[in-house]
C-alpha cells in the first residue's frame, strides 16, 4: 500500500528562520505530490503540487519544495518564516489508479516563535 | 465561486442516531471524496466516487454509506453513529491528474 511519511509532528523555528518540513513517499511510479496547509478550525489548502514537470516547485507565500526520486522526498522549505506560516502542513500523494485516490501524511504541525 | 460546500458545519449526536453530510462542489470535478481527520491520523479516506454513478470505499468505510446524487452532490451518512466516529469530516473534488479542493469541514461529535 502506497504511504506517506513526514518526520516531526511538530517543529518549532524562530521568525525569520529556515522551514524544512520533510515528505517521503513510497511508490515505484512517481506520483503526483502536494503540500496542503491547514490553519485552525478551516478545510485545507494547496500550497504547491508536483505533476512530473519542474522537479523545483514553487507556491504560495514563499514555500516551495524539490521532488527527488531517488530519494523519494518530497521536503518543503521556506527561506525565512513568519508568524503567519503557523499552521499544519501535510504532504499528500495521488495514485496512477483508477479512483486516482490522495493518500496523506499524518501531518506536521509548524510553530514559529517571535 | 463557491468550491466545495459542506453543511451542517457542526453537529452533536447520540449514540445511535443517524445523520447525512450533504457536500455538494460547482467546479464540476468527476471525483468527490469523503474524508475524516483525527489528531495525528492525517485524513483517512472513507468513500470516494471517480465519477457519477460510482462510488467504492476507501479506508475506513465501516459505520458509513455514500450516495453520489449527481455529478455536484456527494453526501456521507451514518446510520447508527458511534463515540468513535467523532471526528472531523472532509469532503473535497477534483479533476484527473491534479489537485483536490476541500470544503471547511464538518465537526462531529458523537456522545
Known amino acids: 500500500a502506497q504511504s506517506v511519511t513526514q518526520l516531526g509532528s511538530h517543529v518549532s523555528v524562530s521568525e525569520g528562520a529556515l522551514v524544512l518540513l520533510r515528505c517521503n513517499y513510497s511508490?515505484?511510479?512517481?506520483?503526483?505530490l502536494f503540500w496542503y496547509v491547514q490553519y485552525p478550525n478551516q478545510g485545507l489548502q494547496l500550497l504547491l503540487k508536483?505533476?512530473?514537470?519542474?522537479?523545483l516547485v514553487k507556491g504560495i507565500n514563499g514555500f516551495e519544495a524539490e521532488f527527488k526520486k531517488s530519494e523519494t522526498s518530497f521536503h518543503l522549505t521556506k527561506p525565512s518564516a513568519h508568524m503567519s506560516d503557523a499552521a499544519e502542513y501535510f504532504c499528500a500523494v495521488r495514485l496512477h489508479n483508477y479512483g486516482q485516490n490522495f493518500v496523506f501524511g499524518p501531518g506536521t504541525r509548524l510553530s514559529v516563535l517571535p | 465561486n463557491a468550491g466545495v460546500t459542506q453543511t451542517p458545519k457542526f453537529q452533536v449526536l447520540k449514540t445511535g442516531q443517524s445523520m447525512t453530510l450533504q457536500c455538494a462542489q460547482d467546479?464540476?470535478?468527476?471525483?468527490m471524496y469523503w474524508y475524516r481527520q483525527d489528531p495525528g491520523m492525517g485524513l483517512r479516506l472513507i468513500y470516494y466516487?471517480?465519477?457519477?454513478?460510482?462510488?467504492d470505499k476507501g479506508e475506513v468505510p465501516n459505520g458509513y454509506n455514500v450516495s453520489r446524487l449527481n455529478k455536484r452532490e456527494f453526501s456521507l451518512r451514518l446510520e447508527s453513529a458511534a463515540p468513535s466516529q467523532t471526528s472531523v469530516y472532509f469532503c473535497?473534488?477534483?479533476?484527473?491528474?491534479?489537485?483536490?479542493?476541500f470544503g471547511q469541514g464538518t465537526r462531529l461529535t458523537v456522545v
Open positions: 473535497a473534488s477534483s479533476r484527473m491528474n491534479t489537485e483536490a479542493f
Open positions: 466516487s471517480a465519477s457519477e454513478g460510482t462510488t
Open positions: 508536483y505533476t512530473s514537470a519542474a522537479t
Open positions: 467546479m464540476n470535478h468527476n471525483s
Open positions: 511508490s515505484s511510479v512517481p506520483p503526483y
